[in-house]
């Protein structure tokens, strides 16, 4: 049986690939909270990364003791299965992860070349204010400063964009990242 044209028509939602976003940056920039809306925002499968850590990586974190990248190395796998299972269903999806060195961004896109990188990023002084106030969360302010030391910006041969926190809201946050996917993606609405 054969598809009618008009199931192929060019910008057809029903056809168009849902988005597999990673919202990243250092700890204390929003990333849990934009996703969360982002994912809401677009009617996609949504993970936190904080949860694919395993327990010998929480442990180093909450004693204060930065992750190296042998730690880091099956917790990016494990996110780059969760993304390449969500392009092969079909369902896009948004993950937080750090992501702060290209070659962990290299490990998520080996699981799903597609994947759109959107960095929130503010100033070391914001980001500190923010984390300070932040409980209940196993990564310590004391760890602020290694993130930033590791964090390599997105390069232009990278799929995604930076967005400076500055003093939007996480709303205004997530309609600039709706913009921002258009040209990429379509039609969001």
């Given at each position: 049986?054969?598809?009618?044209?008009?199931?192929?028509?060019?910008g057809d939602q029903s056809t168009r690939p849902r988005p597999l976003i990673v919202v990243m940056g250092v700890s204390g920039v929003g990333?849990?909270?934009?996703?969360?809306?982002?994912?809401?925002?677009?009617?996609?499968?949504?993970?936190?990364?904080?949860?694919?850590?395993?327990?010998?990586?929480?442990?180093?974190?909450?004693?204060?003791?930065?992750?190296?990248?042998?730690?880091?190395?099956?917790?990016?796998?494990?996110?780059?299965?969760?993304?390449?299972?969500?392009?092969?269903?079909?369902?896009?999806?948004?993950?937080?992860?750090?992501?702060?060195?290209?070659?962990?961004?290299?490990?998520?896109?080996?699981?799903?070349?597609?994947?759109?990188?959107?960095?929130?990023?503010?100033?070391?002084?914001?980001?500190?204010?923010?984390?300070?106030?932040?409980?209940?969360?196993?990564?310590?302010?004391?760890?602020?400063?290694?993130?930033?030391?590791?964090?390599?910006?997105?390069?232009?041969?990278?799929?995604?964009?930076?967005?400076?926190?500055?003093?939007?809201?996480?709303?205004?946050?997530?309609?600039?990242?709706?913009?921002?996917?258009?040209?990429?993606?379509?039609?969001?609405?």
């Open positions: 049986m054969a598809l009618s044209d008009e199931n192929h028509r060019v990333k849990t909270t934009v996703a969360r809306l982002l994912a809401d925002r677009l009617d996609l499968p949504y993970a936190e990364a904080d949860d694919f850590h395993p327990a010998a990586n929480i442990a180093k974190m909450t004693a204060g003791i930065p992750l190296d990248d042998a730690d880091r190395a099956p917790w990016l796998r494990a996110l780059a299965g969760w993304l390449h299972e969500r392009g092969e269903a079909g369902t896009g999806g948004v993950v937080t992860c750090s992501a702060l060195k290209r070659h962990y961004r290299d490990t998520l896109r080996a699981g799903c070349p597609d994947a759109y990188f959107l960095h929130l990023d503010g100033s070391r002084e914001l980001v500190a204010d923010r984390l300070a106030l932040r409980t209940g969360h196993f990564m310590p302010p004391s760890l602020l400063d290694s993130q930033y030391a590791l964090l390599e910006p997105l390069q232009p041969d990278e799929h995604g964009a930076v967005v400076e926190l500055g003093t939007h809201t996480p709303h205004e946050l997530v309609e600039l990242a709706v913009t921002l996917l258009r040209p990429v993606n379509g039609d969001l609405d």
